[in-house]
C-alpha cells in the first residue's frame, strides 16, 4: 500500500512516518495479495490535541477512520485499531451474507479483469445484520449555488444537504464537517 503523509500544522518526522507506516502494515494480514491502493494519512495537531485522518480506498469499500488524544502516537493506535475493526466487521458481514468459499482474505483485491458483481448477484438472502430504513424522504431538488446550500443547510438544521447544483447541473451534496468548515460531495 501507498501511503501519502501529510501534515497540517505539525512537522511529520521520519520516526512518525515509520510509525505510522508499522501501524498500517498491520492491515496487511487481512489480505492475501498487497494492497494496490494510495491511502492517505493527515496528522494535525490543534489546541494540544493530536488528530489522525486515514483513508484507504478498497474495492467496493472506502476505510476511513479519525481521532484525536493528547498524544499523537495513541492517536494513531487507535486509528489502526478502528480500521481493524472496520475491515473484521465487513468481512463478517459478507461472509454471513453470501457464504463465499474460500478466503476472505481475497475480499478488498483487484480482480484482473476488473469485474465486479451487482448488487443483484449478490443479494441472495437476508441477514439480521442488515441496515434498517426507518425513513424516507421525497422533495424536488430546487437548482442554486454552493453558498445558498449552505444556508438552507444552516437554516434547518442538518450537518448535509442534497441540491441540484446550478454550475455543474448535477446532483451534488454539502456536509459540515468536524473542524466546522463545508465540503462539497459531487458525481465522477
Do not use: C, W
Not at 451474507?97 to 449478490?122: H, Y
Not at 434498517?132 to 437548482?143: A, N
Amino acid at each position: 500500500m501507498n501511503l501519502s503523509i501529510r501534515g497540517q500544522q505539525i512537522e511529520v518526522t521520519d520516526a512518525l512516518k515509520d510509525y505510522v507506516d508499522k501501524k498500517l502494515s498491520r492491515l496487511e494480514k487481512y489480505f492475501d495479495a498487497p494492497l494496490n491502493s494510495d491511502g492517505a494519512v493527515t496528522l494535525s495537531t490543534t489546541r494540544g490535541l493530536h488528530t489522525v485522518e486515514v483513508t484507504i480506498p478498497l474495492k467496493g469499500i472506502v476505510l476511513r477512520a479519525e481521532d484525536e488524544s493528547d498524544d499523537m502516537y495513541a492517536s494513531i493506535d487507535s486509528v489502526v485499531d478502528k480500521l481493524e475493526r472496520q475491515i473484521r466487521k465487513h468481512k463478517t458481514k459478507i461472509n454471513r451474507k453470501f457464504r463465499q468459499e474460500g478466503s476472505l482474505k481475497t475480499l478488498f483485491v483487484e480482480d484482473p479483469t476488473g469485474t465486479v458483481a451487482t448488487t443483484a448477484e449478490l443479494d441472495t438472502d437476508t441477514d439480521d445484520d442488515d441496515f434498517e430504513v426507518v425513513r424516507t424522504k421525497r422533495f424536488m431538488l430546487k437548482p442554486m449555488d454552493v453558498e445558498e446550500a449552505i444556508l438552507q443547510m444552516n437554516m434547518v438544521g442538518h450537518n448535509f444537504f442534497v441540491f441540484s447544483n446550478i454550475d455543474s447541473e448535477e446532483v451534488s451534496v454539502v456536509y459540515k464537517r468536524n473542524d466546522g468548515k463545508y465540503g462539497l460531495i459531487e458525481q465522477g
